[in-house]
């Protein structure tokens, strides 16, 4: 038999968050026209940032209205300005007019999370820095040495101030992941695992015991059945793209879940693939539905579900956005509160019966992930049959629905679920 991975008890506190927030604010917001790409030799003057009415206890509380567990600030995104006072160069919130130079939004932030017991985490892109002229995957673009050295070498203390300055991160974000020193990266893991060896880590280094992978798209969407661990031998997880993050491996090799983000925003109809705010785009919000049916595609397959927050010229989050987060809460609450009828605890049978005296619309099943996953494919007698079940399943069910019995064909070992229920 095959040995059963089984998570750790940071991995399964992850986990049992399902859902968190993504928050960016950068120079784009308050000059729409630039793009880094355009032109290496240009960024935003700090004069123009501005957020008047920036208050990071708004933030998260609109995250907590969205059910979200957790939350993620881009501290540093690619035209390389930083949210905090960094000590390696002038680009940083220091030198704006925000709190006249006195500003700190990372340690803000922080402070905002703890308040209201959400759990923070911070997003630092190595892979791309137009102020230092790197683009991905975190090369200097002249191809100089000497210049990829200096860049690193700042990487390497503005990490440092990130994971000493503001205490345990839960979280920690790289986006396009991290290139290897044998690759002409910067040596990231080792001061990872001396700072913040806790944390859960999306996209990292690729030894990381803690990490993540990208589920492959911006959609929120996860493959129809989508397993944890994945097989490191065969695959990077990079999260570059689609096809090299697809459903996982039932025999994978490391413990490595896939998270789903979704801008708050539609990508094809509003600024920088929705993940910033630009006036005039608030009818590209995706509406509390959308985000719904996005949520049973991502935590109900097996993911966590990570919502993108886009900061407006103010420093706060739109009504529309607002109105977006607090209606997606509030529709998870009105159709997962209640159960209808319920089975939870040591459950290790093959088979098991419900039956309402109401319709139902949903099946939820949860595989006690302290014992790995062992579920290897499931029948209903309701027409619905998969593979992957994990930390949690949403099966949505066919109309006039009142009985479900949901049978495991195939596993690795004895089954255990925590709960099964009908919604």
Same mark, same amino acid.
Not at 12 to 30: P, R, S
């Given at each position: 038999?095959?040995?059963?991975?089984?998570?750790?008890?940071?991995?399964?506190?992850?986990?049992?968050?399902?859902?968190?927030?993504?928050?960016?604010?950068?120079?784009?917001?308050?000059?729409?026209?630039?793009?880094?790409?355009?032109?290496?030799?240009?960024?935003?003057?700090?004069?123009?940032?501005?957020?008047?009415?920036?208050?990071?206890?708004?933030?998260?509380?609109?995250?907590?209205?969205?059910?979200?567990?957790?939350?993620?600030?881009?501290?540093?995104?690619?035209?390389?300005?930083?949210?905090?006072?960094?000590?390696?160069?002038?680009?940083?919130?220091?030198?704006?007019?925000?709190?006249?130079?006195?500003?700190?939004?990372?340690?803000?932030?922080?402070?905002?999370?703890?308040?209201?017991?959400?759990?923070?985490?911070?997003?630092?892109?190595?892979?791309?820095?137009?102020?230092?002229?790197?683009?991905?995957?975190?090369?200097?673009?002249?191809?100089?040495?000497?210049?990829?050295?200096?860049?690193?070498?700042?990487?390497?203390?503005?990490?440092?101030?990130?994971?000493?300055?503001?205490?345990?991160?839960?979280?920690?974000?790289?986006?396009?992941?991290?290139?290897?020193?044998?690759?002409?990266?910067?040596?990231?893991?080792?001061?990872?695992?001396?700072?913040?060896?806790?944390?859960?880590?999306?996209?990292?280094?690729?030894?990381?015991?803690?990490?993540?992978?990208?589920?492959?798209?911006?959609?929120?969407?996860?493959?129809?059945?989508?397993?944890?661990?994945?097989?490191?031998?065969?695959?990077?997880?990079?999260?570059?793209?689609?096809?090299?993050?697809?459903?996982?491996?039932?025999?994978?090799?490391?413990?490595?879940?896939?998270?789903?983000?979704?801008?708050?925003?539609?990508?094809?109809?509003?600024?920088?693939?929705?993940?910033?705010?630009?006036?005039?785009?608030?009818?590209?919000?995706?509406?509390?539905?959308?985000?719904?049916?996005?949520?049973?595609?991502?935590?109900?397959?097996?993911?966590?579900?990570?919502?993108?927050?886009?900061?407006?010229?103010?420093?706060?989050?739109?009504?529309?956005?607002?109105?977006?987060?607090?209606?997606?809460?509030?529709?998870?609450?009105?159709?997962?509160? *209640?159960?209808?009828?319920?089975? +939870? %605890?040591?459950?290790? !049978?093959?088979?098991?019966? &419900?039956?309402?005296? =109401? @319709?139902? /619309?949903?099946?939820?099943?949860?595989?006690?992930?302290?014992?790995?996953?062992?579920?290897?494919?499931? *029948?209903?007698?309701?027409?619905? +049959? %998969?593979?992957?079940? !994990?930390?949690?399943?949403? &099966?949505?069910?066919? =109309? @006039?629905? /009142?009985?479900?019995?949901?049978?495991?064909?195939?596993?690795?070992?004895?089954?255990?679920?925590?709960?099964?229920?009908?919604?």
């Amino acid at each position: 038999m095959k040995k059963i991975l089984c998570p750790n008890e940071q991995q399964i506190k992850w986990a049992d968050c399902e859902v968190g927030v993504i928050i960016h604010l950068d120079m784009q917001v308050f000059e729409p026209s630039y793009f880094f790409r355009d032109n290496f030799d240009y960024q935003p003057d700090v004069s123009v940032f501005k957020p008047e009415k920036l208050d990071t206890d708004k933030w998260i509380e609109d995250a907590v209205s969205a059910g979200a567990k957790y939350a993620v600030l881009v501290a540093k995104h690619c035209s390389g300005f930083c949210l905090w006072p960094t000590k390696q160069h002038d680009y940083h919130i220091g030198n704006t007019p925000y709190k006249n130079g006195n500003g700190d939004i990372v340690g803000e932030f922080i402070a905002s999370c703890k308040k209201y017991g959400v759990l923070p985490g911070l997003y630092y892109s190595v892979s791309c820095n137009a102020y230092y002229k790197v683009d991905n995957p975190g090369l200097c673009i002249s191809g100089d040495k000497e210049e990829q050295k200096r860049y690193n070498d700042m990487v390497m203390k503005q990490l440092r101030e990130l994971w000493t300055n503001y205490g345990e991160l839960f979280e920690i974000w790289f986006d396009g992941g991290c290139l290897s020193p044998e690759q002409g990266g910067a040596p990231v893991a080792e001061l990872l695992y001396k700072l913040q060896k806790d944390a859960i880590v999306f996209q990292g280094p690729i030894n990381m015991g803690n990490g993540l992978r990208w589920v492959g798209n911006e959609r929120g969407i996860a493959p129809f059945d989508t397993y944890a661990t994945v097989d490191f031998r065969k695959e990077s997880f990079d999260g570059m793209t689609e096809e090299e993050n697809r459903g996982g491996d039932p025999y994978g090799n490391i413990w490595r879940p896939a998270e789903s983000d979704i801008p708050g925003r539609d990508a094809k109809r509003s600024f920088m693939g929705g993940w910033f705010w630009k006036s005039g785009e608030d009818d590209a919000v995706f509406p509390a539905e959308e985000l719904f049916n996005r949520y049973l595609d991502s935590v109900g397959r097996n993911t966590n579900f990570l919502i993108g927050m886009a900061i407006n010229n103010e420093g706060l989050l739109s009504e529309a956005d607002k109105n977006a987060l607090k209606g997606f809460g509030e529709l998870v609450e009105e159709n997962f509160s *209640k159960p209808l009828a319920i089975l +939870e %605890g040591e459950l290790t !049978g093959d088979s098991y019966t &419900l039956e309402s005296t =109401e @319709n139902a /619309k949903y099946l939820v099943i949860c595989e006690d992930i302290k014992y790995g996953e062992r579920i290897l494919s499931y *029948k209903t007698d309701v027409g619905i +049959e %998969g593979k992957a079940i !994990g930390h949690k399943r949403i &099966l949505p069910l066919p =109309e @006039n629905t /009142k009985k479900v019995t949901f049978t495991v064909i195939d596993k690795k070992d004895t089954c255990h679920i925590k709960k099964i229920a009908l919604y």
